[in-house]
């Protein structure tokens, strides 16, 4: 399956923000990763992205990529309309498969993606993040350690810093792309629990003329658990502060918290008073997580390992993402 430097040789799929944001990082930082090729609708996108990183095999056709022999694995960063039938092309193909979230858009997709990969037996790993960044993992081994006892009130959110154009933010994106991974983080945080029961209320706040149009910039969701543990999600895709992702769990014998805003650990003491730098963008926040992710993700495939995020926790976060649109629609809680 690998080559003579027995690197794992990759082709990505989908040369967008988030595209060019992994390409960059497998070229200069992933080790036993080979970026080989890069493949966009969009021509233009992979040449530019090629010419960056020095990549000599393009294409405008997903497909030819996938069929291409001499890859071993795929990062898909297309449009989330687009995951499911990609993943489950490239597993057919035989190619280890890295999904940005969210996995599929629907639950029948997303049991077609995990039959695809398990009938294949090939990897099928999921972006959430979160999972690789370390602040987060300590959280999630103390919560494993019975440090904090039994968890009760998690809490997970999510503010992006700017929301630019809406006009071409597709519907139901604030659960489908962006709390999605904070329902991921719940369950993280949650081990061997199980969501019995969904209520999330949402609205346009930051650009209520979009509101008719289907945008939703605001939301705040509870999840029941089937050990009694309460959670809630929020998510505001416009903090003027910066980029914030934080997580909390409050347990029967403690608390752990993870996350911040902040840039470093530096703070400035000036006569205005104390300040510190804020990041402005989720590869900035979170690039030692993205760059862990693709680590492990290569590891998996070299080593014959399970994922830590895998399709089944996909498809676990999607149903509740799913829950909140019908949740939000009926006005009333969804029972899982």
Known sequence: MTNQTNNIRVGLIGAGRMGSFHARLLRHFVKGADLVAIADPNLSNAQKLAKELVISTIYDKPENLINNPNIDAVVIAVPARFHAQTAIQAAQAGKAV?????????????????????KANVVLQVGFNRRFAAGFLAAHNEILAGNIGSPQLIRSLTRDPKLNDPAPIPQWTIYYETLIHDFDTILYFNPNAKPISVYAVADALVRP??????????SVVTIRFDNGAIATAEANFQALYGYDVRAEVF??????????????????????????????????LLKDAYQAEL??????????????????????ALAIALACIESVKTG???NL
Do not use: W
């Open 295 to 316: 680590t492990s993700f290569i590891d998996c495939i070299k080593y014959r390992k399970k994922t830590l995020v895998g399709g089944k926790e996909a498809k676990a």
């Open 209 to 218: 003329d979009y509101k008719e149009k289907g945008l939703l910039d605001t």
């Open 98 to 118: 890295f999904c940005e979230k969210p996995m599929a858009l629907t639950l029948e997709d997303a049991d077609n993606v995990i039959a695809a990969a398990e």
């Open 332 to 334: 009333q809680a969804v």
């Open 251 to 284: 347990g029967s014998k403690g608390m752990v918290t993870a996350g911040d805003a902040r840039q470093n650990n530096m703070l400035r003491f000036t006569k205005d008073g104390v300040s510190y730098d804020t990041c402005r963008m989720d590869t900035e």
